[in-house]
Structure formats: C-alpha cells, structure tokens
C-alpha cells in the first residue's frame, strides 16, 4: 500500500517536472527542471529496489549530462539578457510537434499493451555485484563495443574541438589565444594571425 | 523501557531519521568549531595569534560569528533570479551533509550501510557542482558567473580522477559498501600500505581531487577572491553566505572522513574504541588539508587542468590495471 502510495507520489512529479521542463520558456529553468526530472526518475528506481541503477542514474545524467547541459547554456547565452533565452516559436512548434507526440504515444501505448509483464517477484539480494558479473560474462561483447564506441565518439570530440592554426599551438599569449578562439572576430573580419 | 528504545531502532525508518539526526548535528556543530581552528592554526602559520578576544582563547569566536550573520541584513539584488538565489545554499548545505549518510565511523554509528556507498559519494560530490552554478547563475553578477563557469569546468574535471582513484580500493577489497571496504581493512590491513602499494597513490589523487571538489586553496579558482570578489557568493549576505561558507567545511571535514575510512582502516587500531581511532584519523587529516591550504598559492586555471589531465588521470588509469593483475594473481579480492 505504502508502496503505491509512493509510486504515485514520485510519478506525479515525475509528469510535472518533465511537463515543466518543456513547457518553460526560460532556458535555465528549463535545464533545472530537466534535473529534478532526472533525479526523480532515480527516486523510481530505489522504489523498485535497484539501487544501482539509481546511483548511475544521478552519476551519469543528473551529474554528467546535466553539468554539460548547463556548460551549453552558459556558453552560448548572453549573460545580460535578463530572462534567459526564449526557446522556439510557440504556435509553429506545436503545430509540427503534434503529430509526433501523438505517433510516439501511440507507439508506447501498443509496446506496454503487447509487452507479457514478469509477475515473478522482486529478489531482495544486492544486485550489484550480479550486474558486474553479467556485465562481464554474458554482455561481454555488447559491453566492450559500448566502449569502442564511446572512445570514438571522444576522440572525434577532440578532433572537432582542437584548435584549427597549428602555429598557435602552445602560445601563452592571451591576444594571441583569444584570436584564434572561433567567434572571436568579428564575423568577416579577416583573419589577423 | 529500553526493550521498548531498542524496539524502536529495530524499525528502520526510526533508525535512519534518529541516525540522520545525530549525524547532521555532530557535523553541524563540528563544523562550526573547525572555522575556530583553522583560524587558530591560520594564524599561527603566519606568527599572528588568531581570534583571542570571544571566550577562552577565542573558543566562543564561532558563537559570535553565527550571531553577526544572522542579524545581517538579506539583500537579494534586483535583478537576481529570487527562487534559485534562495534555493542555492540550502542545496549546498544539503548535498554536503548528504555525504554523512554513508561515511562509516564504527560497525554501529553508520547512518545509512548502502550496498553502493562508494557509488552515492560519487553521484553526490559530481551534484555538488550544481548550487555553486545555481547560485551564480541566479546571482546575475559577472564576476559570479565567470566563477560559475570555472566551478563547473573544474568539477567535472576532477570527477575523473576521482572516480578513478576510488576504483583501487574497490578492486583490492571487491566491494562498493564503505563498511565492508573498511571491515576488510580490519582483516587484510590497511589499503594505504597494502601491497601491490597503488592504494598509497590512489589516496593521493583521490585527496587532490577532494581539495578540488571542496574549492579550497589552491583548488579555489572559482572563488579567487582577488579576481572575483567572492566568486559565488558575491551578492550573497548574512546566513545565506554563511551556509556556502558552512558547506565548504562540511564537505571537507567529510572528505577527510572519507579518507580515513577508505585507505586508513577507519575504525580499526589497538587500545582505544573504534569511533576514537576513526575520529583521530579524520582529525588528522583534516589538520593536514589546513596545514597545505595555508602552505600553498592559487593555482593559475591552466595549471589545474595540467595536473587533472596530463598527471592524476593517466596516474590512475596505470593504477587501475596494475592493482587488477595483482589482485587477479592472489586469486581475487579477499
């Protein structure tokens, strides 16, 4: 009982907060509700006793995503508007976003209805130790091409990030490095360096 | 009557709201006495006596200093995002005391075993970013935001080692719950002196990485009071103010915690009681992230990202592999 009670609790934020995220016309606001989203969606997790998966979830998005998330925000918003940028052109997004919303849900609706749900019961031992060891055995192959993948998705962030003049590699001159920062010039200017 | 007390602390909501109280008010009020001591041993490093004017030798100087913040005037400027300004330090404070839940000080005094102790201090000390950003941000304070930005640029940053580091000692004793990590330094010994000797090296990041994660000297770039006025908390006044000040004594009294029960056995040591050892191990780590907080200047920002990136994550990324293959050949965590 205590149990539903709870689960409703957290889903009823969970809705709120991700409507909030959406709807919000501050793009700050909208990066923080996206966090109380995340961190709420851990909260389920503990309920469904996977305290696991609840760490990594506030690791990996509410820590992670969420940190680079708001460094995307800082770094390309001007800090002297006052409200934040606005996001969108509202009666243009809806009008492309309905559909979409009402493909999406119905796909959803059909994959939980046709789904056979596991009755068995919640085992109460720690799975985490379980999980490393499926991880490791069973997953081996899914595992490693995760990481091959993730370590190509770094370097090709390092490729895209490095700076284009190889002359300037290793100035300390900060006009010098201030030039070659991209959009640091006025747009065409000519290139000073 | 005490059949019916320890009735009570069978259930464990009781036991975990009496232990989370007990936990946030032996911090809380720790925290207000090391600002005395570290005030104390800031002076004495730099032959100044430190505060001697409130209660004997100045004992009563953080009675007085609470006093003064809260009669201070709550300004909150015009333009600042009131909701966030307001919510930042009560965040602050609160994922700093979030950290207690776990840190073990005996087999008993331990709020909260979680089977993923290691993994919770990870997720809280990379949130521990956020209301530093929050307060900045909602601040709309230049100089706040530019400390936003390092502060962020500079957490994520020593996620990474940090998150690496930890990985040794959970390799060695195979376990994510800080009490099974501690309780198998009682049997195995300490993983600070433990062979193959990476737990020494790992504990030197990790406490680089936990100086970082606090914003103390050197690691206080996003604060550099010389550039940024305050940093996050320029606009802040009063209480307000006073709880990043307070959060940032939390987390690292808390890191040192961390450290005595992670590489220096925790409880365990001959003669005296497990919670004295522990509290001496912390204690003396704590003095020692004074004594290099009072020894040591501002790191410049290249600096900082030089040592994260180009010394402690290659460090242990050797660290990590090495203490695998040894603990692999003595046949797997004991």
């Known amino acids: 009982?205590?149990?539903?009670?709870?689960?409703?609790?957290?889903?009823?934020?969970?809705?709120?907060?991700?409507?909030?995220?959406?709807?919000?016309?501050?793009?700050?606001?909208?990066?923080?509700?996206?966090?109380?989203?995340?961190?709420?969606?851990?909260?389920?997790?503990?309920?469904?006793?996977?305290?696991?998966?609840?760490?990594?979830?506030?690791?990996?998005?509410?820590?992670?995503?969420?940190?680079?998330?708001?460094?995307?925000?800082m770094l390309t918003r001007r800090s002297s508007e006052q409200d934040g940028v606005m996001v969108g052109n509202e009666s243009n997004g809806r009008r492309r976003a309905l559909p979409i919303v009402a493909i999406m849900l119905g796909l959803l609706v059909t994959a939980v209805g046709r789904t056979p749900l596991a009755n068995a019961p919640v085992s109460p031992s720690p799975t985490t130790a379980e999980i490393g060891k499926r991880i490791l055995s069973t997953h081996l192959l899914a595992f490693e091409l995760l990481s091959v993948l993730l370590l190509a998705a770094m370097v090709g962030a390092i490729v895209l990030a490095r700076r284009k003049d190889a002359s300037l590699e290793g100035t300390n001159d900060p006009r010098e490095r201030a030039a070659a920062l991209p959009g640091s010039r006025p747009a065409g200017a000519p290139k000073e360096v | 009557m005490t059949d019916t007390l320890e009735e009570l602390m069978l259930n464990p909501v009781i036991r975990a709201l009496f232990w989370g109280l007990v936990m946030v008010t032996a911090v809380m009020t720790v925290t207000a006495w090391t600002t005395w001591f570290e005030r104390k041993f800031a002076g004495r490093m730099q032959s100044r006596m430190g505060p001697t004017l409130v209660g004997p030798a100045g004992l009563l100087q953080p009675l007085a200093d609470a006093a003064k913040l809260l009669q201070k005037e709550d300004l909150i400027p015009d333009s600042a995002d009131r909701f966030l300004f307001n919510l930042a330090p009560i965040l602050t404070v609160g994922f700093a005391l979030g950290v207690a839940a776990v840190v073990p000080f005996t087999p008993d005094i331990l709020a909260a075993d979680l089977d993923v102790g290691v993994l919770w201090l990870l997720a809280l000390s990379g949130l521990m970013v956020?209301?530093?950003?929050?307060?900045?941000?909602?601040?709309?304070?230049?100089?706040?935001?530019?400390?936003?930005?390092?502060?962020?640029?500079?957490?994520?940053?020593?996620?990474?080692?940090?998150?690496?580091?930890?990985?040794?000692?959970?390799?060695?004793?195979?376990?994510?719950?800080?009490?099974?990590?501690?309780?198998?330094?009682?049997?195995?010994?300490?993983?600070?002196?433990?062979?193959?000797?990476?737990?020494?090296?790992?504990?030197?990041?990790?406490?680089?990485?936990?100086?970082?994660?606090?914003?103390?000297?050197?690691?206080?770039?996003?604060?550099?009071?010389?550039?940024?006025?305050?940093?996050?908390?320029?606009?802040?006044?009063?209480?307000?103010?006073?709880?990043?000040?307070?959060?940032?004594?939390?987390?690292?009294?808390?890191?040192?915690?961390?450290?005595?029960?992670?590489?220096?056995?925790?409880?365990?040591?001959?003669?005296?009681?497990?919670?004295?050892?522990?509290?001496?191990?912390?204690?003396?780590?704590?003095?020692?992230?004074?004594?290099?907080?009072?020894?040591?200047?501002?790191?410049?920002?290249?600096?900082?990202?030089?040592?994260?990136?180009?010394?402690?994550?290659?460090?242990?990324?050797?660290?990590?592999?090495?203490?695998?293959?040894?603990?692999?050949?003595?046949?797997?965590?004991?």
């Open chain 2, 130 to 334: 956020f209301p530093t950003w929050l307060g900045s941000w909602a601040s709309n304070n230049k100089y706040s935001l530019i400390s936003a930005m390092r502060a962020v640029a500079q957490g994520i940053s020593y996620e990474v080692p940090m998150v690496l580091a930890i990985m040794v000692p959970v390799i060695m004793t195979g376990t994510l719950s800080l009490s099974d990590i501690v309780a198998d330094q009682v049997k195995n010994g300490w993983l600070i002196y433990r062979m193959p000797f990476t737990g020494f090296f790992a504990f030197l990041v990790f406490f680089l990485a936990g100086l970082a994660e606090a914003n103390r000297i050197p690691f206080d770039i996003p604060e550099a009071e010389s550039e940024l006025v305050a940093g996050p908390t320029t606009e802040y006044t009063g209480m307000k103010f006073g709880l990043f000040y307070m959060a940032e004594y939390i987390h690292t009294l808390l890191s040192s915690a961390i450290c005595a029960a992670v590489f220096f056995g925790g409880w365990d040591g001959p003669f005296a009681p497990g919670l004295h050892w522990m509290l001496a191990k912390s204690v003396l780590l704590f003095v020692f992230l004074t004594w290099v907080r009072w020894s040591f200047l501002r790191f410049r920002s290249d600096q900082l990202m030089d040592i994260c990136w180009k010394y402690a994550v290659p460090a242990t990324l050797a660290l990590i592999p090495i203490t695998a293959l040894y603990t692999v050949w003595h046949g797997g965590a004991r």
């Open chain 1, 1 to 73: 009982m205590i149990e539903r009670l709870l689960f409703g609790a957290v889903s009823t934020v969970l809705v709120f907060t991700a409507l909030m995220a959406v709807t919000t016309r501050n793009l700050v606001h909208a990066v923080l509700w996206l966090g109380m989203t995340l961190a709420t969606t851990a909260m389920l997790y503990i309920l469904l006793q996977a305290p696991f998966l609840a760490t990594l979830q506030l690791i990996l998005y509410t820590g992670g995503v969420l940190s680079l998330m708001l460094f995307g925000v």
